[in-house]
């Protein structure tokens, strides 16, 4: 390996061109690292992206289940009503044990909230961001009736 000694700079313009080497070296290393970090931005972004959605797939199924086990609920719950009121015991305990009460599935909101903390939602185009919004919103809400429902 050959090892040359430093040559001294005699001129102005050898000392311009030594100074215009560092400084595309230095542009060039700048710019390739903002592309990386660019190109690793979008892929987070198309991660979380498909996270989100699949996740709102999900809750959508679960919300289809609800409703058409809305109708089964409400007519289990009006028979225990009914036994409630009728002071018959035995059909209640029948009722409460046999009547396959189904507890509602829990929405989940994680995808969504992990895109948010990480600034990735902030990537999402403006109409898909504020869809999203709305939705978690409706999750939410949904899923604090849910519970009230649930209580009562």
Known sequence: MDIHKPKPIHSLRELGTEIGVIVV???????????????????????????????????????????????????????????IGADDQAEVRRLLTTGGFVEPFPWTDAAWRAAVDAGVADRFDQARRRNYWLIYGTVNATDRAQDQYGDA
Do not use: Y
Request: some cysteine; glycine content about 4%; proline content about 0%.
């Open 25 to 83: 070296g230095i542009l060039i290393a700048l710019g390739l690292e903002q592309a990386v970090e660019t190109w690793h931005t979008n892929e987070r972004t198309e991660v979380a992206l498909h996270a989100v959605d699949t996740e709102v797939r999900f809750n959508l199924a679960k919300a289809n289940r609800e409703l058409d086990m809305r109708a089964c609920m409400e007519r289990q719950i009006a028979a225990l009503s009914s036994a």
